[in-house]
């Protein structure tokens, strides 16, 4: 069964920071990996979605990576803003068991001080 | 990207009732839907695949009686909470592809429920 593990749980960080989320994953048979952002009492965001066969995608202050032999992905925030806060949770959609489902990581919660 | 409408966003209902909930991919069709529940800071949690056309697909441990799932068009799927108790509070959200399975997820902007 796939699992999806994000450290840390909480970031705390002073405007202007680059900073680097992490998610890892126990199964690498994989369609893709997909960044999310979720503000409270919301819904999902869709940030970045990179495929098995890619090792990286961007946008704009964004960049995330994918290792899939390792099971690892890095989500890269480049000079964060206050507006930046909010939760950023990890998906991988399953190719092995569990095909086409998403199974998401308990997610990051990002702080980006004034 | 695509956009996935959700409906309403928060409700309050009292124990017994039931609640629909209502979920639309508004600028392209989805022949699968996926339903979630999210806890207060856990993952979201797949409840069933709704097809359009055809029953949903549960998961384990969902009781597909309690959580009735229609897909009665290309953009429509709704879920409804039969019977409402306050174990049943949570956040739903719903989520679509606009391509095929396993292209990108797009989510709607999820429903509070609350049952009194």
């Known amino acids: 069964k796939q699992e999806v593990t994000q450290i840390p749980a909480a970031l705390s960080v002073p405007e202007g920071e680059n900073l680097v989320l992490n998610c890892s994953f126990t199964?690498?048979?994989?369609?893709?990996l997909q960044w999310f952002r979720q503000d409270p009492g919301k819904g999902l965001t869709s940030l970045l979605l990179i495929q098995s066969s890619q090792r990286e995608q961007t946008s704009g202050r964004l960049n995330a990576s994918l290792d899939k032999s390792s099971g690892r992905s890095t989500l890269y925030i480049a000079a964060s803003q206050p507006g930046d806060s909010a939760t950023y949770l990890c998906?991988?959609?399953?190719?092995?068991?569990?095909?086409?489902?998403?199974?998401f990581g308990k997610g990051t919660k990002l702080s980006v001080i004034p | 990207g695509a956009v996935v409408s959700q409906h309403p966003s928060w409700v309050i209902c009292k124990s017994g009732t039931s609640v629909k909930i209502e979920c639309r991919s508004l600028?392209?069709?989805?022949?699968?839907m996926f339903w979630y529940r999210q806890f207060p800071k856990q993952s979201l949690m797949l409840m069933a695949t709704s097809n359009e056309g055809s029953k949903a697909t549960y998961e384990q441990g969902v009781e597909k009686d309690k959580f009735l799932i229609n897909h009665a068009s290309l953009t429509l799927s709704t879920l409804t909470v039969t019977s409402a108790h306050p174990e049943d509070s949570s956040f739903y959200i719903c989520?679509?592809?606009?391509?095929?399975?396993?292209?990108?997820?797009?989510f709607g902007q999820g429903t509070r429920l609350t049952v009194v």
């Open positions: 998906a991988v959609m399953n190719s092995g068991a569990g095909s086409y489902q998403l199974t």
């Open positions: 989520s679509a592809r606009a391509g095929g399975l396993n292209t990108e997820a797009f």
């Open positions: 199964d690498s048979a994989i369609y893709n």
């Open positions: 600028d392209f069709q989805a022949t699968t």
